[in-house]
């Protein structure tokens, strides 16, 4: 990506880089003001940018890892319960309630 004046094949090959490695907003921040204004205009430029998306997910949509919520989960339930205790331990027995003013 150092090329200042990168041609719109040169720029899809770093785009579909970057979205490989995660790092668009890298790409993003590279592009010249022209660059940018080229890509807005191109509709090549899009449409490629759809094949590599798919391309890319063909290629790593068996690799993609869904976060486990199970330890989430169970925070959230050791939340509620220790609330729950909490809720009630202040209710108070009225007959315990009482001050002796003495």
């Given at each position: 990506m150092a090329n200042a004046h990168r041609e719109i094949?040169?720029?899809?090959?770093?785009?579909?880089?970057?979205?490989?490695?995660?790092?668009?907003?890298?790409?993003?921040?590279?592009?010249?003001?022209?660059?940018?204004?080229?890509?807005?205009?191109?509709?090549?430029?899009?449409?490629?940018?759809?094949?590599?998306?798919?391309?890319?997910?063909?290629?790593?949509?068996?690799?993609?890892?869904?976060?486990?919520?199970?330890?989430?989960?169970?925070?959230?339930?050791?939340?509620?319960?220790?609330?729950?205790?909490k809720a009630q331990a202040s209710t108070r027995d009225?007959?315990?309630?009482?001050?002796?003013?003495?």
């Amino acid at each position: 990506m150092a090329n200042a004046h990168r041609e719109i094949q040169e720029l899809l090959a770093d785009y579909a880089g970057s979205l490989r490695d995660g790092c668009l907003p890298t790409f993003l921040k590279s592009l010249t003001k022209e660059e940018a204004k080229r890509i807005g205009e191109s509709k090549d430029f899009w449409e490629a940018t759809e094949i590599v998306r798919l391309m890319n997910s063909a290629s790593f949509g068996a690799k993609v890892v869904t976060p486990d919520v199970g330890l989430f989960i169970s925070r959230v339930d050791a939340g509620i319960a220790s609330r729950m205790k909490k809720a009630q331990a202040s209710t108070r027995d009225p007959s315990r309630s009482h001050v002796n003013l003495q």
